[in-house]
Each structure stands twice: as C-alpha cells, then as structure tokens.
C-alpha cells in the first residue's frame, strides 16, 4: 500500500539545523510532484516547499525561501527538506504530500521543535 514516512524532526535550538526525510513506497515516486507542510499548534496547515517529479523545480514559502531547501532522490523514492537558520515560529508538525495522476498522499508527520 501507499505510504509515505517523514523521520529526522526532533529538538533544536534557535539557529540550527534540521533534515528531514520523506520516504515513499506504493506508488510511482518518479512520476509525482512532492511537498512539504507543517502545522503549528492552533494554526493551519501550511505549505513549506514544492519540488516537481523530476527535481527541476521547487517553490518555496516567501518565510522559508533562503533558509529551506527541498531536493529529492528518485532512485531512493525521497524527498528531502534541509532546514537551516531555524526559529522558534518554525516548530510544527513537517508532513510530506505526494500529488500525481493517481491521487494524493500524506505522511503522518514528523514534529520539529525551535527552542532554547
């Protein structure tokens, strides 16, 4: 069956860094365009970042463009989010979405806390 599991979120300081993992299996990974949202507790769930089937284009959030970074490997049906200069406001749930012919998946998502 479909599935798509996000690991590497965890406790990290103002500052640090994160990378998180998203990996599929169930379904054509090559052929589907893959995204990152998160969740902050109270808020709605948000778009992160967006890299297309073949890796040659992402989209980033205007708050997450030069400190985000999407990539993906397709010959290991990932996709990536490097996480660098985290803040507080950053601390969500990280899900990964995958968006393709034959519908749409989400992970259960991986909880990134920023604090001091």
């Known amino acids: 069956q479909v599935q798509l599991v996000e690991s590497g979120g965890g406790l990290v300081q103002p500052g640090g860094s994160l990378r998180l993992s998203c990996a599929a299996s169930?379904?054509?990974?090559?052929?589907?365009?893959m995204s990152w949202y998160r969740q902050a507790p109270g808020k709605e769930r948000e778009l992160v970042a967006t890299?297309?089937?073949?890796?040659?284009?992402?989209n980033y959030a205007d708050s997450m463009k030069g400190r985000f970074t999407i990539s993906r490997d397709n010959a290991k049906n990932t996709v990536y989010l490097q996480m660098n200069l985290l803040k507080l406001e950053d601390t969500a749930v990280y899900y990964c979405?995958?968006?393709?012919?034959?519908?749409?998946?989400w992970g259960q998502g991986t909880q990134v806390t920023v604090s001091s």
């Open positions: 979405k995958a968006v393709g012919i034959r519908g749409i998946y």
């Open positions: 169930g379904f054509s990974f090559s052929t589907y365009a």
């Open positions: 890299i297309t089937s073949a890796g040659g284009r992402t």
